[in-house]
């Protein structure tokens, strides 16, 4: 029997690429009795960046969002703690949690990710989690097949995240194993030394990682991010760490966080934290002891 709180604070609706409104998610958060729900929409990237997504909250939508969330602020007082956040995928030289449109929307708290790549060959930037073939064709036209050098592109990109900061959580940090963890041509090995790397890096930068059961729920993998190695790693660093559902539909609110907490305790990790909001503009974390 496993025991502890959990919140819920990467949560897409349908301002984005999720499947239902923030009412429906707070009231799923709110029945499986989650301390909080936090509203985590992918930053607008298209006027800032020219790229084009469907995936990511729409410019002219941003206003709207924020209205909306701080009205379930609002209407869940007392109940169910609601806070707004974004995440915000970084893009080397195009987008960072520092922007100014995104400090000027006051968020509670910021998720930093990593899902586009920018190759230096000037092909077009592609993300690392997107469909197979997608994956493949961005591996061979940016990178010429090398999966060393999409490698070190993904975790270079993810170093200069962490050092340009802005954030509180590190989003799903080895994302890009979701199309490569079991093929052949993937460097393993020469991953571990960047695994540990970003390990050192957050812990110098004080940031929490979360736990994200996403691509479980999703059915993409069947492993949390990070992997166990990963977890170790932030382990042996004392980084602080958050369980997620990366949830997308109120059925996954907290959708395998027994999956989750399973995967902490194989790599001998006894809490997680809970974002408990800011004093000073500074995260609170509330640490909490899992007990099985």
């Known amino acids: 029997m496993i025991s502890a709180v959990f919140s819920s604070m990467h949560v897409h609706t349908l301002f984005c690429d999720g499947n239902d409104d923030v009412e ?39 206003d709207e969002y924020v209205s909306e969330v701080l009205e379930a602020k609002q209407r869940w007082r007392g109940k169910l703690p609601v806070f707004l956040g974004l995440e915000v995928d970084y893009i080397k030289g195009l ?3 520092i922007d100014s449109d995104i400090k000027a929307i006051n968020p509670d708290y910021l998720i930093g990710s990593v899902h586009y790549i920018i190759p230096a060959n000037g092909a077009q930037p592609f993300t690392v989690d997107g469909l197979p073939e997608e994956f493949l064709k961005g591996l061979n036209e940016g990178f010429g097949g090398d999966a060393q050098a999409l490698m070190n592109a993904y ?18 940090a080895d994302l890009i194993k979701k199309n490569c ?46 992997s166990k190695q990963f977890l170790c790693f932030l382990r042996e660093n004392n980084v602080p760490l958050i369980i997620t559902a990366d949830a997308h539909c109120a059925d996954d609110i907290n959708g395998n966080y027994d999956k989750a907490v399973q995967a902490l305790i194989c790599a001998d990790i006894k809490e997680h934290v809970i974002f408990w909001g800011k004093s000073n503009k500074k995260a609170v974390w509330k640490k909490e002891k899992i007990s099985y």
């Open 24 to 62: 429906t998610m707070c009231r799923a958060a709110y029945e499986k009795k989650m301390y909080a729900i936090g509203f985590s929409e992918h930053a607008p990237i298209t006027k800032k960046t020219g790229i084009k997504s469907d995936w990511n909250l729409n410019d002219d939508r941003v």
């Open 155 to 172: 975790y270079d990109a993810m170093a200069e995240m962490i050092a340009i900061g802005g954030f509180e959580i590190l989003g799903h």
């Open 95 to 97: 987008r960072s949690a």
């Open 181 to 226: 963890c079991d093929k052949d041509y993937w460097p393993q090995e020469s991953e571990i030394c960047r695994l540990k790397e970003i390990a050192r890096a957050a812990a110098e930068a004080g940031i929490t990682v979360e736990v994200n059961t996403g691509g479980i729920n999703r059915r993409k993998i069947n492993d949390v991010y990070p």
